[in-house]
């Protein structure tokens, strides 16, 4: 499953709202038997890569995804979080 654009709104941060809803998108996958979430964030959004390695995600690689972010050396980071089976 591929979690894309989460956001929380500035006013509501720091409330633990992002953590929630990451925790259920987890619940979710988990429960309809995806082995896996993944999402990809930029270099800049240091607070959303702290929080997805905070729920179990792990960086599995980077990427330019386009010319004028590898001439500028802007980066993507890819996450993953295997599920197993919730026992």
Do not use: I, W
Request: overall charge positive.
């Amino acid at each position: 499953l591929e979690l894309k654009r989460m956001s929380v709104s500035r006013e509501q941060r720091g409330r633990g709202l992002a953590r929630a809803l990451c925790r259920e998108v987890l619940g979710f996958a988990r429960a309809r038997g995806y082995g896996a979430v993944v999402l990809g964030t930029s270099m800049v959004q240091v607070a959303a890569q702290r929080l997805y390695e905070g729920q179990g995600f792990r960086k599995v690689g980077t990427s330019y995804p386009t010319l004028l972010c590898t001439l500028v050396n802007f980066q993507v980071f890819h996450y993953r979080c295997d599920l197993g089976d919730g026992n």
